[in-house]
């Protein structure tokens, strides 16, 4: 491909165009915005890549310019610091095909020049058409009409777009695995492993051989190589649940993985490529805990490179009818189970400290002693928003026990932020019994 490289920095600029032209490019170097308008004017190009800071012309000006002329227009790629990513994900909404941040080893463009071959061999009216079936596959997966899902919807689509990392915020319960997987599926990786990492399970002296892998004799018990996450991962995303759990011992390794796209075995020594695009989640406020110390803030600005807050279910109760249908036809294989006013109402007035999963353990719960019909008698005995109290004034014993248990559980895991090690602390509780209770109350 013929390809521009605009970049002030000489150095960058330079490395830039000989590498590419060692990857049989035909690669061409413009010092400013106002020399790549010039060569833009004078011959075609199939690819821009640009420096987002420049004086004069911009990045962002530059791609105003591109994207204003007639006629064809070549891809926009942004380079851009940490500090700009909020600028390059609105050049991203204005068409920029995708961005990388520096620093950045230039055979990193070689992936995303790849993708921009593959686009642009396929027929204009076939792109618009896969723009379309991702619309429809991501309204399908992530329901609701609330404006905050309808912009976790369009949130989806840019990440698809991209091999950015990403960083995913929300309530246990509020539909990040969802979210991780459409994108996946998405994405260019989408005929590579998607493989989930929850960093809460692991204790501390396990998570890196579970990540990395190990060589044979690297510890005790270690009688043979074992790959970890990131090998099996390979050409496809590697979804970090509950980052927030990492060991601060291990955050600087994680934190090289990111930057530099290698990794070392546990008790090897040498240094295997990373061919894997980074997803992570956390029910935690990561800034505040870069504050305090307990999280490492060059890893947070790492992941937090394209952002989705997931909202919690009880903030778009309008959703709930809609959200309510959908979870039910898919559990029972596309048939559509009918939903009383009554059912409606109850739902709507529960706190939903579970979110979405909350909501699914009910429905299926519901639906399976209904024999396939969903009764507020049948949801009310699960959620028991208040005691059943009777003639003589006393409530039911064990339902009155099993509802202040489950409130107990809920306040525990909100007031640790979700971290379920330090909520069952909290309680008294081993962590399996702490997790076999969540599962039993449906806050799993």
């Known amino acids: 491909m013929r390809i521009l ?9 330079v490395s830039l165009v000989d590498d590419l032209a060692a990857a049989k490019h035909d690669a061409v170097p413009a010092a400013n915005g106002q020399e790549a308008l010039a060569l833009l004017d ?20 530059l791609l105003r310019r591109i994207k204003n002329d007639d006629g064809p227009h070549p891809v926009v790629i942004l380079m851009t610091a940490y500090g700009s990513i909020p600028i390059a994900v609105e050049a991203m909404k204005m068409g920029a095909f995708d961005f990388v941040t520096k620093p950045f080893r230039n055979q990193a463009i070689l992936p995303i020049l790849s993708r921009v071959e593959n686009t642009l061999s396929d027929a204009l009216q076939r792109g618009t058409a896969e723009d379309d079936d991702s619309r429809d596959i991501t309204e399908q997966r992530i329901v609701g009409t609330a404006a905050s899902m309808q912009a976790v919807r369009r949130m989806v689509l840019l990440c698809a777009r991209t091999d950015a990392t990403v960083l995913l915020t929300g309530e246990t319960g509020a539909g990040k695995d969802l979210v991780a997987g459409t994108i996946h599926n998405l994405s260019s990786r989408r005929s590579g492993p998607f493989v989930k990492v929850n960093c809460a399970v692991f204790p501390q002296h396990l998570i890196e051989s579970e990540l990395y892998g190990h060589e044979k004799g690297a510890f005790t018990g270690a009688d043979q190589l074992k790959k970890g996450k990131v090998d099996i991962a390979q050409g496809g995303t590697l979804y970090l649940d509950d980052v927030d759990d990492i060991p601060s011992g291990l955050q600087i390794k994680l934190l090289s993985l990111i930057e530099e796209k290698f990794f070392e075995r546990v008790g090897g020594s040498n240094r295997i490529e990373a061919d894997v695009r980074i997803i992570a989640s956390t029910k935690q406020d990561l800034l505040a805990r870069t504050a305090d110390g307990s999280f490492r803030s060059d890893l947070y600005y790492r992941l937090n490179v394209l952002r989705i807050d997931l909202p919690p279910l009880r903030d778009r109760l309008d959703d709930l009818p809609v959200l309510a249908e959908h979870l039910l036809r898919r559990s029972k294989g596309g048939s559509k189970v009918p ?12 706190n939903w400290p579970g979110n979405v999963r909350e909501l699914a353990h009910a429905l299926g719960r519901a639906s399976l002693v209904g024999d396939g019909t969903v009764t507020a008698a049948a949801i009310s005995a699960d959620l028991m928003p208040h005691p059943q109290v009777t003639a003589n004034g006393g409530g039911d014993f064990h339902d009155t026990i099993l509802r202040t248990e489950r409130e107990l559980l809920a306040r525990a895991l909100r007031e640790a932020g979700g971290n379920r090690s330090a909520a069952a602390r909290t309680l008294g509780m081993k962590l399996s019994t702490f997790r076999d209770k969540l599962t039993k109350h449906g806050l799993d």
Request: hydrophobic content about 40%; aromatic content about 2%.
């Open 5 to 13: 490289v605009v970049d002030d920095e000489e150095i960058k600029r």
């Open 339 to 350: 939903l009383g006013s009554d059912v409606l109402e109850l739902l709507g007035s529960h």
């Open 42 to 61: 004078r011959g075609r190009f199939d690819v821009v890549l640009t420096d987002l800071r420049m004086p004069d012309i911009d990045g962002m000006a």
